[in-house]
């Protein structure tokens, strides 16, 4: 994806955490899912709707390891990751991706559960089961 998340930060006001693909692809992660839409998380409170390639997704939990990018945060890769798989339907491509990320180092198991365990059930399902072979 070529957009930046620069544009998505002014139009959520600097309020803004860059997360899924596009965070993932910030953090240098090779090799991921065609997207074509930026996913910025906003405060709960906020009243932003999504506008053009600017999809808006209000949040009471933000990433407590995002780091600060100019106008906006960006999300760390095990919430990104977590995010980027609730928008992802097909089971192989989140297992390519978790396997992606943990393969190069990026995040851990653990740090993906626990973010999944935040995320409650909704859409969670296929990476549940892309973490099912990691055993404790």
């Known amino acids: 994806m070529s957009r930046s998340g620069r544009p998505a930060g002014l139009y959520t006001a600097g309020l803004g955490y860059l997360t899924g693909l596009s965070a993932l692809a910030w953090h240098g992660i090779p090799d991921l899912p065609a997207h074509d839409t930026i996913v910025m998380l ?22 407590p390891t995002a780091r600060q ?10 919430r990104a990751t977590t995010d980027a798989c609730r928008r992802l339907t097909d089971v192989e491509a989140v297992s390519r991706l978790v396997g992606l990320v943990i393969g190069l180092g990026r995040t851990n198991v653990d740090a993906l559960r626990m973010e999944l365990s935040a995320a409650g059930s909704s859409r969670t ?11 404790d």
């Open 42 to 63: 906003v405060p709960h409170r906020t009243r932003r709707v999504s506008y053009d390639f600017v999809q808006v997704q209000r949040t009471r939990r933000f990433d």
């Open 69 to 78: 990018a100019g106008g906006y945060h960006i999300c760390g890769v095990a």
């Open 125 to 135: 399902r296929p990476l549940r089961l892309a973490l099912a072979p990691f055993t």
